[in-house]
C-alpha cells in the first residue's frame, strides 16, 4: 500500500465516494490508487472549476465531502472560485492537491508556487504532508476538519513521493462531530424577545435549518408570536414549494433590503450571519437591519438551529405541527415575446416535483423564485460565495449526488461562460440536467450597476464591457461541441415547448433561452 | 479627478494602452475613467483567464506592460493559473484588482477574500491601495516594479471608495531602469572557461538574449571557441528560423535532458536560470546538467544578458558578424493519414515569414520546433510556467500587439479546454490568428506519465481520466459558438489545403486537426 492507496482508502472508510478530478503527472500515485479502489467514482473534469464547483453541489445534496483531485498550485488556483463559493455555503469539501516531491522544491521548478498562501484564502483547514506515513492520519484529520459543523473547505497537500512511497495499510477512522445544542437561555432569551414584538420581531434562518423540519420550525414560530421569517439572499441549500412555509428572502440591493428591514426591533439569527450588502456604494452602509435593532444569537452557523428552532416554538407554546399552508396556484403558461419573467412563469409552471433548481440566473432568475412558490417541493441551491461560473458546476455535482432528481440549472450567459466545460462532465457521466441559459447577451448586473453609479449614458468602453451581444455566444453550438444537445427558444411559446420536452426526457440537455 | 482617472491616467502615460478586463461592480469607477481614457483599449474576456493570459502575451511582444482589470478576490483567483505561467516568463504585467470599499470589508460580505494571500504566489509585488490620493502613486510604484528587469506580476489592489474619491490630478512618472551590465570580470571568466573546453562548454541562453541581437551574438561565441548554445525547453520569446542561428533546445523528459547534458565541464549561464527537471520521479534528480559541470553565472535574468554575450565574443575574439547560416530546406509537404509529425512539417513548409507561433501544442508540437528550424524568421512563444490554458489567450494578447503580423496559435485540445473563451475575444477584435488545434482526444501527456510511472495496463480510472473521447470534443463547434469560423481536417492533404487557406485570409480562424 502506498500514501496515495492510504489516501483513498481513508477517504472511502469515511464515506466519500466519489472524487472530481483533473490530475497530472504530481497526481500519477493517486490515479493508480483509484483503479486499485473501484468503489471510489472518478469524475473527470475539463477545468477545476468544473471540479470544485461540482463538489459544492454534491457535498449540498449529499450531506457529505465529495473529493477534488487538483494538480499543484495552477490547478488549485483554477478551482479557487467555486472553493470561495463553498466556503460561503459552509459545506464539506476533500482538496487534494499533489506537490512535487518534496526533494523536487528546492529546485524551484516551473510549476512550482506556493499551495498554502493559494489554499488559505477558501480553505478552514490547511496541511502540507510531510511523510507518507502520515497521509492517513492527515487525510482523517482533512475530513474531520471537513466535517465538522457546518462544513468547510478542507485543503490537503500532497507531495508526490509522500503517495508513491509505501505507507501503513490500515484506512484512519474519521469521527464527525454532531452540531451542539443550543442552551435553554438562549431559547428562552429569544422566546421572550419575540413574543413581545410581533411583526416587530423577524428570525433569520439559514445553513440546515433551511431543510423541511428547521422550516417546519420556524413556521410554528411565526404562527404562535407573528414574527417574520426571513432567509438570506443567496442560500446554500433551502427546500421550497406549496405545501412548505414560504419564508421572506432579503433583497439583493442594499436599499431595497434596508427598507424590507426597516422597523425590525429584534433579528433572531439562526444558523445564519448578520445580513449585509453585497456591495458597498458611496454613502451606504454595510449592515441591512436597523441599528436599533437588537441581534439575538439563537444557534450560529456551526451550532444545531433545526433543534434550536423547534425548541423555540415549544417555549412560544406553538401547536405541534405548522399551520397547513394555503394553496397556492401555480402560474399560468404565458405566450408571446420572451422576457425574464414569463422564463420564470413558464419554468415554475412545468418544473416537476423534487427538481434541483441550480440557480444562477441572476439578474434572470429573479422572477422564477417569485413564481415558483407554487411549484410542487423542490430545492433551491444559491450562488453564496457571488463567484461566477458555480451554475453549471453545482449542477453536475449535484446530479450525481441524486440520481433520481430532475436537476434545472437555470443559468445567466456570462456566468455560464465561466466554467461552460462543466456540460462535458454532463454528457460525459449521462446526468440528468436541464441547462436553461438566460440568453441576453449582457452582463446586465453591470449596465445596472452602470445606471446605479449615476451613469446614465455610458461611453463606449463602458457599453463595450458589459456587452455580449458582438460576436453573439450560440449556446447550441457550444453545448454540441461539447456532447449536449441543444435548442434555442426565441419566443415563451417556444421555451414552454422546449422546457417540457427536455424535463420529459432523461439528461442533459441545454436550452438556450433568447431574452 | 477620481482615483480611478489617476490611475489610468498614470498608466497611460506610462506607455500602458491596453486593458484587458473583466470588471464588475467594484471596478465600476475605472469602468467610468475608461471611458473618460479613449486611448486606454479596453479588450473584455470572457473569463480572467483569458484576461492575464492575454497580458502575458501582450508584454512578450510588445515589450511592455499591458493592464489586467480583474473583480476581487475570484476574478484574480481565475486569472492566477496565467498569472503564473507570466511570472515564470518575467514579463512586466499590471495586475489591478478591485476590491470593496475599505469600509464595508469589517462586514466580510460574500465575495471578501484575502487577495494578498491569493496575489502573493504569482507576483512579484504586490499593493493595496489605502487612500484614494495614493492611487497615482501607487499605480507607478507598480508599473516600476512590473517594468524592473527583466519583468514582473505586479498586483495593485484598489478598493471601490479609492477608486471613486477624488484624487490629486497629475499622473506620477515611471521611471523605468534599464538591466545591469556585467562587469568584465566575470566576462573573463566566462571566456577562460569557454576557451579551454571547446564542446565541453555550453551557454544556455535565455530571456531578452533570445532575440536576434543574442542569438548572433550566440553564435559568434560558438564559432570562435566550439562551445554548445542551448536554451531552456520553454522559452519566454525566441526568435529563430532560416538565417537564424539555431540552438539546441533541452529536452522535456529529464532522463533525455541528462542525456543530452552528459560531459558537460561548464555551463554558463545568460539571462536562464540553473536547468532542472520539470516534475522529479522516483529516483531521479531535480538537476539536470552533471554535478561535476561548473556553473559560471555570466548575466542573471535581470542583467544585461545581450551585451554580456557581445562582450563575450569580442573576449574571445569572435569575428564581428556570426558565420553565415547554410541553407535549411523547408519539409515538402506530406500526404495521407494525419500525425503530429506531418503536421509538424506542414506547419514549418507553410508558416509566413514573421509568423508568431504560440506553442501550446505539448505532445504534438514537438515536430513541429524540429521542423521549423528551416522556416523562415518567426518567433516563439511558450508555456513558461507549464499551467495549461495558456496558448489561446497568450495568441489574443501576441495578436493585438503585433497587427501587422499573422499569429499561429499551435494548441493541444486538452490545454485549450481550460482557456477557449479567448476564441470570442479573437472574434471580437477581430484579431488575425490561425488557430491549430491538435485533436488527439486525450490529455495524451498523461498517458505518457502513467507509461513513465510503470502502469503498462491502466484500470478503468487511469484510461478514464487521460481519455477526452467520450463525448469527443467538437472544435468546429465550440469555435463557431464563439464567433469564430473553423473546420476540420482529417488528413495530412485537408490540414495542409485548410492551413494554406487560414494563411492567406485575415483571422480568426480555426482547424480542428484530428490526429
Known amino acids: 500500500m502506498t500514501g496515495a492507496d492510504s489516501l483513498i482508502q481513508t477517504a472511502l472508510a469515511a464515506g466519500v465516494e466519489v472524487c472530481f478530478a483533473n490530475p497530472g503527472t504530481t497526481e500519477m500515485p493517486l490515479v493508480a490508487a483509484l483503479d486499485r479502489a473501484p468503489r471510489m467514482r472518478a469524475v473527470l473534469g475539463l477545468f477545476e472549476g468544473v471540479c470544485t464547483g461540482a463538489a459544492d453541489g454534491y457535498a449540498r445534496m449529499a450531506g457529505r465531502p465529495a473529493l477534488a483531485l487538483l494538480h499543484l498550485g495552477p490547478g488549485l488556483a483554477n478551482g479557487l472560485a467555486n472553493l470561495h463559493n463553498a466556503r460561503r455555503a459552509a459545506v464539506p469539501v476533500l482538496v487534494v492537491v499533489g506537490d512535487h516531491a518534496s526533494w523536487h522544491l528546492a529546485a524551484d521548478p516551473p510549476l512550482a508556487a506556493d499551495i498554502v498562501s493559494l489554499a488559505n484564502p477558501v480553505s478552514g483547514w490547511v496541511r502540507p504532508v510531510r511523510r507518507a506515513a502520515d497521509v492517513a492520519a492527515d487525510t482523517a484529520a482533512a475530513l474531520e476538519a471537513a466535517c465538522a459543523p ?95 412555509p414560504d419564508l421572506e428572502r432579503v433583497p439583493y440591493f442594499p436599499e431595497q433590503a434596508v427598507a424590507a428591514l426597516v422597523g425590525l426591533r429584534a433579528l433572531v439569527l439562526c444558523g445564519a450571519r448578520e445580513p449585509v450588502a453585497f456591495f458597498g456604494y458611496p454613502g451606504g452602509r454595510s449592515v441591512l437591519a436597523p441599528d436599533s435593532c437588537e441581534r439575538i444569537a439563537l444557534a450560529a452557523p456551526e451550532e444545531d438551529a433545526v433543534g434550536a428552532l423547534e425548541a423555540l416554538a415549544d417555549a412560544l407554546g406553538a401547536p405541534a405541527a405548522p399551520p397547513a399552508e394555503s394553496p397556492r396556484a401555480r402560474p399560468a403558461l404565458p405566450s408571446g415575446a420572451l422576457d425574464g419573467a ?57 446530479a450525481l449526488a441524486c440520481p433520481g432528481r430532475k436537476v434545472i440549472a437555470l443559468q445567466a450567459d456570462g456566468s ?48 463595450a464591457l458589459a456587452d455580449l451581444s458582438h460576436p453573439e455566444l450560440d449556446w447550441t453550438a457550444l453545448a454540441r461541441g461539447l456532447g449536449v444537445p441543444a435548442t434555442r427558444a426565441a419566443d415563451a411559446d417556444a421555451f414552454a415547448k422546449e422546457l417540457a420536452r427536455a424535463l420529459a426526457d432523461p439528461g442533459p440537455t441545454l436550452i438556450e433561452a433568447l431574452l
Open 342 to 398: 414569463k422564463l420564470g412563469q413558464i419554468l415554475a409552471a412545468l418544473q416537476p416535483e423534487g427538481a434541483i433548481v441550480v440557480d444562477e440566473g441572476l439578474t434572470s432568475s429573479a422572477p422564477w423564485f417569485t413564481a415558483s412558490a407554487a411549484a410542487p417541493e423542490h430545492t433551491v441551491l444559491a450562488l453564496t460565495g457571488g463567484a461566477i461560473g458555480q451554475g453549471l458546476p453545482c449542477a453536475a455535482g449535484a
Open 150 to 244: 457546518p462544513g468547510r473547505v478542507a485543503t490537503l497537500i500532497v507531495p508526490a513521493d509522500c503517495q508513491w512511497e509505501p505507507a501503513p495499510g490500515a484506512p484512519v477512522a474519521v469521527r464527525v462531530s454532531a452540531p451542539a445544542a443550543v442552551s435553554g437561555d438562549r431559547i428562552d432569551a429569544a422566546a421572550r424577545a419575540l413574543r413581545a414584538l410581533g411583526a416587530g420581531g423577524a428570525l433569520l434562518v439559514g445553513g440546515a435549518a433551511l431543510g423541511v423540519r428547521g422550516l417546519r420550525a420556524a413556521a410554528r414560530v411565526r404562527a404562535a408570536c407573528g414574527a417574520r421569517v426571513l432567509h438570506d439572499t443567496f442560500v446554500t441549500r433551502l427546500e421550497r414549494g406549496a405545501g412548505l
Open 416 to 463: 455560464g461562460m465561466y466554467t461552460l466545460q462543466a456540460l462535458w462532465t454532463m454528457a460525459r457521466e449521462g446526468l440528468d440536467v436541464v441547462v436553461v441559459v438566460c440568453a441576453n447577451r449582457s452582463y446586465r448586473i453591470l449596465q445596472i450597476e452602470l445606471a446605479r453609479a449615476g451613469i446614465a449614458e455610458p461611453g463606449p468602453a463602458a457599453r
